[in-house]
């Protein structure tokens, strides 16, 4: 798993019309290759009566699911600059479909790869972009009369309490960046004089937003 990386904050769309041609971006997560089909297929059958749905997907931790499809266009003109804004935005696993409705007027090459690389571009600020980092869910617990110490340093620190359980003993559940884990265990250690019992749960993704 990646310690972190970028993606579209969710699914939507983004629309913006170049000599009276509509071009209409749809963008959405895809953590499959099957996934980035499905929504294709999903937005061609939404717009059966547009001239194109072109598209491009990147999947992978490593990038190595990579496609493009002009439908239709001049080929390079469509597909390839709207994959080369998704790699260039350092995304991924996004999909990307940008549907024309032609207004009557040709754009020639130059054109079309500027109007396909814009509406993803515009699309993704529209939409947003987020970083995923991943996390250490750490618990720990401790005695009530350690709580409002140990609750004010932890609200006063970076670290995101996940929840609180009020048991036999308190138990708190932080998310710790994964690098950080040995130094947050370490300082609850300190923090508690050695009273605390700490253990390293599951791993989850958090998302911050991303300003364009």
């Known amino acids: 798993m990646l310690s972190n990386y970028l993606t579209v904050k969710e699914s939507g769309e983004h629309e913006f019309v170049i000599e009276r041609s509509r071009f ?81 007027i040709k754009l020639g090459a130059g054109g079309l790869i500027r109007a396909y690389g814009k509406s993803v571009s515009e699309g993704l600020n529209a939409i947003g972009v987020v970083e995923r980092k991943l996390m250490q869910v750490v618990h720990t617990k401790i005695d009530y009369t350690l709580l409002g110490k140990v609750e004010n340093e932890l609200r006063a620190s970076d670290y995101s309490i996940k929840e609180m359980n009020y048991l036999e003993r308190v138990e708190i559940l932080n998310y710790v960046p994964i690098d950080e884990v040995s130094h947050f265990n370490e300082w609850m250690t300190d923090l508690t004089n050695g009273q605390a019992v700490i253990e390293n749960g599951e791993c989850e993704y958090l998302e911050y937003f991303m300003n364009n």
């Open 24 to 104: 209409i971006a749809h963008i959405a997560r895809a953590e499959t290759e099957q996934e980035a089909i499905d929504f294709i297929a999903q937005i061609k059958k939404q717009h059966a009566s547009a001239n194109h749905n072109c598209s491009a997907y990147v999947i992978g931790e490593h990038d190595h699911i990579q496609k493009a499809n002009d439908d239709g266009e001049p080929s390079g003109t469509a597909g390839v600059p709207m994959l080369e804004v998704l790699k260039k935005r350092k995304l991924k696993d996004t999909v990307a479909v940008v549907t024309r409705y032609f207004g009557g």
